[in-house]
Structure formats: structure tokens, C-alpha cells
T-cell receptor, first 115, second 114 residues
């Protein structure tokens, strides 16, 4: 069965510092992987996705993520964090073409950015 | 602009009442979904619909009901049988026939039992 682990519940970084949010997944086949961001009281916005090909994927707002099959990981990175990046981040794994009913979410990582 | 509209943004319900949350999309997506979000628990799937007039239970369907009479609309009713309905509800849509699983989300409805 699919599952997603985001080991960090809350991370605090200084503005301008680099960021890495961890995501580990469990899935028997090649996964479809996603990172979403959620501002307080809002819906989820897709940051980036991995389906196949280049394992380093670029997303919106300067984010990138790297798929490492050997480590079952899909960590999200940003070289320099802005105060507006403060939000909750969700990693998700999808079971291919069967639709979002087979989209499994992690429990999220809340990012705080300090001046 | 295309998107998913959920209404209302905030909803208050008295115990024993049914309430209906609205979700409309103009993305021409075939599939629509309802998720429930509780603090520290991520998102859990309530119901989903792959085509009009068809829907399936998700992981936590008890106490909820849905209908899919139009492609654009997928309302969720929270019934009095749902014992702990206070939560943030998210509607999403996707287009599985394009071979992708990614979901697009509405802005959510926060339901509070008073």
C-alpha cells in the first residue's frame, strides 16, 4: 500500500536561508510524486510534480525537488527562502493514471520564516 | 479563469442538522473529489466521482453523501450521522483520462458544529 512520511512537523528558517523539506514514500511501482503548498485557511496549490524522466524537477516560486528511487525520497528544496514562503507543505504520491482517488498525502510540514 | 469554487467559505451547523457544501469546477475535468483535513492528519478522501452519475466511497465516507448530476458540480452533504464533522473540507478535480493523477483544489470550506 502507498504511504507518505514527512518526518518534520514544523521547521523554522531565517529569511534568505536555504530550505529542504523531507518526504519519503512507500510504493511498489514507479510513483507519481507531488508537492503542494497551503496557506492558512486556503486550498492546496501544486508546486511541482514528478512523473518520469529527469529526477530533478523545477516548480513554481523557485522550488525544486529531487526524486531518489534508491532512498524512496522526494525532498523539496529552495536556495533562499522568502517570508511569503511561510505555509504548510504537503508531499503526495499517486498511483499512476487512476486519478486522485489514489493520491496519498503526508501529514504536512509547517514552515515558519523568521526575519 | 478556470478553477474550482467552493462555497460557503465558513459554515456553522447545529448538532443534528444536515448541511451541504458546494463545489463547482469549470476546468472540464471528469473526476471530482472531496477530502477532509484535520490538524496533523493530512488529507483523507471522503468520496470521489470519475464520471457523471457515478461516485465511490473513499476512506472515511460514513456520515457523508454526495451526488454528481452535472460534470461541473459535486456537492457534499454532511449528515447528522457524522459524529465529528468539524473540519476543513477540500474539493478537488482531476483529469485521469489525460494520464495524470494531479489534483486541483478549491479554497476549502471550514465547517464548525455549534
Amino acid at each position: 500500500a502507498q504511504s507518505v512520511t514527512q518526518p518534520d512537523i514544523h521547521i523554522t528558517v531565517s529569511e534568505g536561508a536555504s530550505l529542504e523539506l523531507r518526504c519519503n514514500y512507500s510504493y511498489g511501482a514507479t510513483p507519481y510524486l507531488f508537492w503542494y503548498v497551503q496557506s492558512p485557511g486556503q486550498g492546496l496549490q501544486l508546486l511541482l510534480k514528478y512523473f518520469s524522466g529527469d529526477t530533478l524537477v523545477q516548480g513554481i516560486k523557485g522550488f525544486e525537488a529531487e526524486f531518489k528511487r534508491s532512498q524512496s525520497s522526494f525532498n523539496l528544496r529552495k536556495p533562499s527562502v522568502h517570508w511569503s514562503d511561510a505555509a504548510e507543505y504537503f508531499c503526495a504520491v499517486g498511483a499512476g493514471q487512476t486519478g486522485a482517488n489514489n493520491l496519498f498525502f503526508g501529514t504536512g510540514t509547517r514552515l515558519t520564516v523568521i526575519p | 479563469d478556470g478553477g474550482i469554487t467552493q462555497s460557503p467559505k465558513y459554515l456553522f451547523r447545529k448538532e443534528g442538522q444536515n448541511v451541504t457544501l458546494s463545489c463547482e469546477q469549470n476546468l472540464n475535468h471528469d473526476a471530482m473529489y472531496w477530502y477532509r483535513q484535520d490538524p496533523g492528519q493530512g488529507l483523507r478522501l471522503i468520496y470521489y466521482s470519475q464520471i457523471v452519475n457515478d461516485f465511490q466511497k473513499g476512506d472515511i465516507a460514513e456520515g457523508y453523501s454526495v451526488s454528481r448530476e452535472k460534470k461541473e458540480s459535486f456537492p457534499l452533504t454532511v449528515t447528522s450521522a457524522q459524529k465529528n464533522p468539524t473540519a476543513f473540507y477540500l474539493c478537488a478535480s482531476s483529469h485521469p483520462s489525460r494520464g495524470r493523477t494531479e489534483a486541483f483544489f478549491g479554497q476549502g470550506t471550514r465547517l464548525t458544529v455549534v
